[in-house]
């Protein structure tokens, strides 16, 4: 008798533990504040989720997904290397989009398109003739021939999900990235678009969008735009296109930040500037980097990824830090809550982030929330 009672003492014990360690599920428990209730009278939250998230293969990362976000932004899955992989007619792989926009439907979620124009991620092909040769700035027909691919490009991917992607990043990172003031080349020369179209690229590439869905928020979106150079420049770009009547419809600021970079009065300066342009602005890619190496860069590349992760190792306190750069960003980000409409974060987890060493997020490896996680819910309050 006494060994049944204690069996069953036991089996009661486990399945308290159980239930215990399902709670502690970050997104489980009813009653715990989220982001998205946090924030509600101020702007939508949003989360960049991956193919393993959104296919619902990552239960635990689908659980964060919907009970923590409003909003989606698809990590990889429409850059056009993904969506659009070969030249002949039709060559799209619109499988991975198709179920990315299925589940942001299914669960009610504001649903972003990224991105349709960037130097990354763009398949060689887009930018050569039928022989592998470079097409050339100074050839009319060559330059045609790109913006007819580009045409077709847009008028597809925008096409095909006309009415279901409220949003799209249109032109991603066409800056110059410099930080000198003295240079003044407005546009990244490295970038093909660049080189062969110029300015006209992105002007095509906003009317083309436009053009196939006419109620989309268009947006540009760019890194580093918060310090004084880049900003300078995006102001000068998007007074242009403005001037144009081009139809850029909103700012999307990257905000891949560092634990101490962007500081509260650069954020808040830019966000001020910014919206003497008259669009809403958008926080796009949101992480703050906890690495040793990541506290001396500031940009987003992903070809300075590695450097910037370099090592890997954290900086000391790096969890408390990174709360309190947190805590120092939404608060910038409710006084201009006005002009902001939408803060999202460039992963869910620090296991899903692509500076995974930087530990950048507010929900760890095993899916649980971080200091950094209370810290955002506290800036929330009055
Ligand atoms: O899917 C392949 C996999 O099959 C292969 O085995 C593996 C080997 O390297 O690569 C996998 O693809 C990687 C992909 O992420 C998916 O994980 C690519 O190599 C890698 O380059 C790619 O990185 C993405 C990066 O953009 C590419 O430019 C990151 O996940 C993504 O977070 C990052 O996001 C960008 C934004 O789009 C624009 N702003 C900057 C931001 C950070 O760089």
Same mark, same amino acid.
């Given at each position: ?56 293969? =990552? ?32 060559? &799209? ?5 198709? =179920? ?68 799209? =990043? ?37 009317? &083309? ?10 947006? &540009? ?7 004084? *150079? ?9 007074? &242009?296109?403005?001037?144009? %009547? ?35 602005? %958008? ?34 306190? *790096? ?60 800036? *929330?309050?009055?």
């Amino acid at each position: 008798m006494k060994n049944f009672i204690t069996a069953i003492l036991a089996w009661a014990g486990m399945i308290v533990a159980a239930s215990l360690a399902n709670c502690a599920t970050a997104g489980d428990s009813a009653s715990a504040p989220t982001l998205k209730d946090a924030y509600k009278n101020d702007f939508l939250i949003g989360v960049a989720i991956n193919q393993r998230q959104f296919t619902g293969e =990552d239960t635990n990362g689908v659980a964060l997904i919907t009970s923590q976000f409003n909003a989606i932004s698809p990590e990889n899955v429409m850059k056009w290397a993904l969506i659009h992989p070969n030249p002949v007619t039709n060559a &799209y792989d619109f499988g991975p989009a198709d =179920d990315y926009i299925a589940f942001g439907e299914q669960h009610h979620m504001f649903i972003v398109g990224h991105t349709l124009v960037w130097h990354n991620q763009t398949p060689r092909w887009v930018f050569q003739d039928e022989n592998g040769r470079l097409l050339n700035a100074t050839n009319a027909a060559d330059r045609e021939l790109l913006l007819q691919r580009m045409h077709d490009h847009i008028q597809t991917v925008v096409g095909r999900y006309k009415g279901r992607i409220k949003c799209w =990043d249109v032109v991603n990172e066409a800056l110059n990235d410099s930080s000198s003031l003295n240079d003044t080349n407005l546009l990244r020369r490295s970038s093909p678009w660049v080189r062969i179209l110029g300015v006209d690229f992105i002007v095509k590439a906003f009317q &083309y969008a436009h053009e196939a869905d006419p109620d989309a928020i268009l947006r &540009y979106n760019d890194y580093s735009i918060e310090n004084p *150079a880049k900003r300078e420049r995006l102001i000068t770009l998007i007074k &242009y296109l403005q001037s144009q %009547h081009v139809p850029v419809m909103a700012i999307g600021s990257q905000t891949h930040a560092n634990l101490s970079w962007p500081g509260v009065e650069l954020e808040d300066s830019f966000l001020t500037e910014v919206s003497s342009l008259g669009l809403p602005t %958008h926080i796009t890619e949101l992480d703050v980097n906890g690495s040793q190496g990541g506290q001396r860069s500031q940009s987003a590349d992903i070809t300075q990824n590695a450097q910037a992760n370099g090592g890997g190792s954290q900086v000391d306190s *790096a969890p408390e830090k990174l709360a309190q750069q947190y805590a120092n960003l939404f608060k910038v980000f409710v006084k201009h809550r006005d002009e902001i409409k939408l803060v999202t974060f460039w992963g869910v987890t620090d296991a899903d982030s692509w500076r995974r060493n930087g530990k950048p997020l507010l929900f760890d490896g095993n899916w649980q929330p971080k200091p950094a996680f209370d810290a955002v819910i506290k800036a *929330a309050q009055p």
